[in-house]
């Protein structure tokens, strides 16, 4: 209808597109237009349209009468030209919305609804509260294992795809929320030491103390362009690089900005979001890890095993070659909880060195061998004990320092601490439970993953008898504030139970 | 933890409280804030706190790396003052939530529950997206009757209430999508004649081509301060205001903002809605009009009688007496659909004009019947010809006027039109249907209800015999833009369905 003049506004709405009219604005009264109201915006020379939610603007320095003020990402969709004319009118629903009412009120939806859905929501479609709309509809005992299914072919097939080219490409993915759990770093290097392709891209953390790029940043550069990735991959056959350049099943990305905050993780969604990347990137063997513990994002081997058949339903039904493991997770893996700390245990664990952590070591060389038994040549059992030459032989650590050395060694690498404080387990007895929640919140506080070198030292671990003046673990920290409240916080709570029998149970 | 300067962002973000912090800001980066997060606020003189959903900000003209800025309501919230110090932090999810994770799960929320959430989101501690999926949670089927009396119940005791010290308030609401359905106009002066204390206040249209606010504007002052409203009320037992300005059933206006642009109108929060919002205004008598049509928002009389249900049992467990009419919602109500053309339907009817709407007056006099007759001083089945016998007095009309002169009246009416185009039946044949959300469309495009003299006047009406030039109804307009895209509609579907055979079924 009326015609405005594109401006941008700086403000990063984080994956919803946010537009900004002045209250003065005659469009904004002669349309009725109100806040929250969503908006089509067409530019005029071009005929390109995008949708965006309307925020209304009191203040010209922001957004002035005569102009259509949008935010960071809407304004590069629509071709980051300041000053050009755009029209402006009432955004119809997008058409999958009526998919997202039907499963409101109960229905099961097809392949060509999710694909509706995940095309409107790849193209920024919907607004914020309708992908909580949706979310919330396919949560808990909503969704069919079919409707997982199309979900998720849905969310690769609104996104860029890899091929590699090779018939064996191979990932692996934890279902997370077990500090420490590095194993993935050494798991490369062994697997490609054998030779598979192994093109490992990873998430930086959200709410972790150190996601597997986090921890790989200690050693290397990580943020690598498409081209000089592939270019590693085909070298080295392997890399360990940050995933968050690519458009990947960017459905998944935009519907994490919204899980996240609503501290939603269903089942459905969590099996849709990770075998969605993994097939867009291109992987069709895949081991997945499944860590069951009291404090773990799986509490019980019943609900792992719901998850496992999910997993492989979907998993088969989109011919990947995928295997679930079940782990232990009743306590972290490793000793260290944060990028340097974390980074240190993986290359003592490569580098053979007799005080490398024994846990890391073993559930990297099981995850390891289940991987390498995907080799047709290898015999069925005889994974674990290839990996564990592989390691011994010391070829694995020389694969990562020739992975180091493509992407990038880091020529400063950080310090741990320098701030350190001891805590001790004020008693006598046996380590009977350590919290992985309150041992990651403690890393949190005290700087991880932003300050590198911060984080949680552990000394002692399930099983292990201490005295009132053993230290149980070293809090390490850059800055004094952060210092503070992560000491403050282990204070509170250690996150460790003492007591005077223990029984190892493996969940 | 770190301080702040705190700066107005003026931009309206529509019930939400929105914080920007600059992306080169130090606490950004320490505190790993992720946009979407929610923060809290802390004022340093007085300890006074907010919560609000975070957007990061690259332009120091919105907010400089020092500042934090926040939206217009939060920045009223923290008290109006720029440049005093604030503390941010995470913000803890409200505890509440926790109530809404179980009720996406499939529980059944308790009182203490309901009341938790209401807190809350009164408290604007809740985002967008976690009232959308509380929303959602509720939807459908989704909540138990005992769950809509204590989200009703919560969401009174949440806000202000008003108790006019007697016992016999009175108040009328229709549940809405009819357009011209004005009868409110009709039955306030005649109820307010025989004495009853009948307080209306009113939404103006949201989706709508006028609500009963936007009509009575044509008349006289609408916005009234709560002292003038009372001195009215008690000198005239009536007013016709616009409702927006107390503090009424805050909760509710809040979870409209997110109802409406997710198109979400279950019946649960639609009981919840009106009722909160009656009893808070101090009503303790009310008759609910339903209106039933193919085009209505209740289709079938089945899901009307459902509806009625679950107002009375709402409504009699909290004590207040409540009639629910199921009327004719088969096409508009009276002549005029935009605000002057709706008041001239209501001062025809109320001056005994001979050419004045028979479906607008009778629909009025059939309420306003029901209405009187919660006094216990009239006969069951009285109330019908005892408002008709004021109206015909012309004691009606004298207290509309009455109230127009008390709230101020318009110095300036709007004239209807002044562009004007008469849409014809094109073809022989009786008027078999008639589509109210098309006519509601049409009128909105020609300008309804912002340009006041906008809108659409019908000629025909169900059961009427039409010849191919018989006009069926005339399109008036302010601006040539609006006449034409009015017109434009109008030509694709009139909204009028032509047909040999007519039988008058009322649903």
């Excluded at 969503?38 to 995008?50: L, P, V, Y």
């Excluded at 064996?168 to 077990?178: Q, R």
Aim: glycine letters at 8%.
């Amino acid at each position: 209808m009326g015609t405005l003049t594109l401006r941008q506004v700086a403000i990063d709405t984080y994956k919803e597109n946010v537009a900004y009219l002045h209250r003065d604005c005659k469009l904004y009264r002669s349309e009725g237009f109100q806040a929250l109201n969503k908006i089509e915006i067409q530019q005029k020379d071009n005929g390109r349209s995008i949708i965006a939610v309307l925020n209304v603007v009191d203040d010209v320095c922001i957004t002035g009468p005569d102009e259509l003020g949008v935010c960071e990402q809407a304004f590069e969709q629509l071709g980051g030209k300041a000053g050009i004319a755009v029209s402006v009118a009432h955004a119809r629903a997008p058409d999958s919305l009526k998919a997202v009412h039907r499963k409101i009120a109960g229905d099961v939806l097809d392949f060509e609804d999710y694909r509706g859905i995940a095309l409107d929501i790849a193209a920024n479609r919907y607004s914020k509260i309708e992908i909580a709309a949706f979310l919330v509809a396919c949560s808990e005992l909503g969704l069919e294992r079919d409707e997982v299914l199309y979900l998720t072919r849905a969310m690769i097939e609104t996104g860029e795809r890899l091929d590699w080219g090779e018939p064996l490409v191979v990932d692996k993915h934890c279902i997370g929320g077990i500090p420490g759990n590095r194993t993935t770093m050494v798991i490369v290097p062994i697997v490609a030491s054998h030779g598979m392709l192994m093109p490992k891209t990873s998430s930086r953390a959200i709410t972790s103390p150190a996601g597997t790029a986090d921890t790989m940043e200690v050693l290397a550069q990580v943020e690598l362009s498409p081209d000089k990735l592939h270019q590693i991959v085909r070298s080295e056959r392997a890399c360990l690089a940050w995933g968050g350049t690519a458009r990947l099943a960017p459905v998944d990305d935009i519907l994490i900005a919204v899980e996240r905050p609503l501290l939603m993780d269903s089942p459905g969604q969590l099996v849709a979001s990770i075998l969605s990347k993994k097939l867009a990137a291109g992987a069709n063997h895949l081991v997945i890890d499944i860590p069951i513990g009291a404090t773990a994002k799986v509490r019980t081997r019943n609900s792992a095993m719901i998850l496992r058949k999910l997993f492989e339903y979907v998993g088969d039904s989109l011919g990947i070659n995928l295997e679930v493991v079940l782990t232990d997770g009743r306590q972290p893996v490793g000793r260290g909880i944060g990028p340097a700390l974390e980074a240190r245990d993986v290359m003592q664990v490569l580098s053979n060195d007799p005080t490398a952590p024994v846990d890391l070591r073993e559930k990297a060389l099981q995850l390891a061998g289940r991987i390498l038994e995907f080799d047709p040549d290898i015999r069925g059992g005889q994974g674990y004990i290839m990996a564990r030459d592989i390691l011994d032989s010391g070829r694995a650590l020389a694969k990562m320092q020739a992975i180091i050395e493509a992407q990038g060694k880091n020529p400063h690498p950080p310090e741990i601490g320098p701030l350190r404080h001891d805590v001790l387990a004020g008693q006598d007895g046996i380590v009977t439970a350590i919290d992985n929640l309150q041992l990651a919140h403690i890393a949190r506080l005290a700087g991880a993953p932003m300050d590198q070198g911060a984080g949680v030292d552990l000394h002692c671990k399930l099983g292990d008898r201490v005295a009132p003046d053993t230290p149980i673990y070293t809090i390490y920290a850059a800055f004094p504030a952060d210092f503070d409240f992560a000491r403050e916080l282990a204070a509170q709570d250690t996150g460790y139970t003492i007591g005077e029998h223990y029984v190892d149970e493996r969940p």
